[in-house]
């Protein structure tokens, strides 16, 4: 086994695919970073929920919103709904980590919030709920998944954002996440500070 040639393709690979995902999602992570600074701007908050490494993506980002990202800002109202262990083992421990975002999301949100619901197969039982969830709270869903989108894009609606990886390797959709939210981020402080 060559592993350097290997370790060159996984290089390529990720470049590729990132760069295919520009013209893919440019516009559709514009329009994401206008509906949350609109609710930045009516005191509303962002909700970010994943599993396993996008429950990651949801800390980082959420953190990325409290302190800033490249620009100094005031912070701004992000809560990442997978970093209180408390809470999601004690909804898990009575047999609902089904519901672990859901019923945050319903105690939480708000209409006029925004659910930043992020699964790499796009079939996560507790994401598709905190969706379901944050249509009752008549909340905004941004929702990021790899593959074919999985049953997360049936739950979307009009007003929804799917920003969708056709992909199906795990480490691609997860090195596409980064970037997108590291766009999303700096949108988000472009429109608030007013950068060209």
């Known amino acids: 086994m060559d592993l350097k040639k290997r370790i060159i393709q996984h290089f390529e690979d990720s470049a590729h695919l990132k760069l295919a995902l520009a013209e893919l999602l440019a516009e559709p992570i514009a329009a994401s970073a206008e509906i949350m600074v609109e609710a930045f701007l009516k005191e509303k908050k962002v909700l970010a929920c994943g599993n396993g490494a996008g429950a990651s993506n949801a800390q980082y980002f959420s953190s990325r919103m409290l302190n800033h990202f490249e620009m ?51 079939n996560a039982a507790n994401i598709l709920n905190a969706i379901k969830a944050a249509k009752e709270r008549n909340m905004s ?10 049953l997360l894009v049936e739950l979307l609606e009009d007003q929804d ?36």
Not at 106 to 113: N, P
Not at 141 to 150: T, Y
């Open 72 to 122: 100094e800002r005031p912070g701004l109202a992000a809560i990442s709904l997978s970093a209180d262990s408390t809470t999601l083992t004690a909804i898990a421990n009575f047999g609902h980590y089904d519901q672990t975002f859901a019923k945050q999301v319903l105690a939480l949100g708000y209409a006029g919030d925004v659910l930043l619901a992020i699964s790499t197969s796009g």
């Open 141 to 150: 869903v941004i929702a990021l998944s790899g593959g074919d989108g999985g």
């Open 161 to 196: 954002i799917h920003l969708g990886v056709p992909n199906d390797s795990p480490a691609r959709i997860q090195e596409a996440y980064i970037l997108i939210l590291h766009c999303l981020c700096d949108a988000i402080d472009c429109l608030l500070l007013g950068v060209d």
